[in-house]
Nanobody, 116 residues
Framework: QVQLVESGGGLVQPGGSLRLSCAAS????????MGWYRQAPGKQRELVAF???????NYADSVKGRFTISRDNSKNTVYLQMNSLKPEDTAVYYC??????????WGQGTQVTVSS
């Protein structure tokens, strides 16, 4: 069982920045595929970015060049640095873990609102 706890959401003006954090349980966090997803009202949950155990990353086209996913294996934590935020980035952001031994785990979500 993997537990995920997100933090860092909030209200920010367009063009601003936020950093989300996701703390994970488990002694082999370094082997997990970690990702961030988001779900806006009335829309399906979508992938924002993911980071493999080796550190390689992938991003949705809508966030490329603005968002950066990273991980600190010593702290069992994955981050999402979000810059140049737009109103269309408003959503609940979820952390996801996929351990190599199987399973799929979600955090409780954190609200990000981009509005003036």
């Amino acid at each position: 069982q993997v537990q995920l706890v997100e933090s860092g959401g909030g209200l920010v003006q367009p063009g601003g920045s936020l950093r989300l954090s996701c703390a994970a349980s488990g002694s082999i966090f370094s082997t997990y595929l970690m990702g961030w997803y988001r779900q806006a009202p009335g829309k399906q949950r979508e992938l924002v970015a993911f980071i493999r155990s080796g550190g390689s990353t992938n991003y949705a086209d809508s966030v490329k060049g603005r968002f950066t996913i990273s991980r600190d294996n010593s702290k069992n934590t994955v981050y999402l640095q979000m810059n140049s935020l737009k109103p269309e980035d408003t959503a609940v952001y979820y952390c996801h873990a996929a351990p190599t031994y199987g399973g799929s785990y979600w955090g409780q979500g954190t609200q990000v609102t981009v509005s003036s």
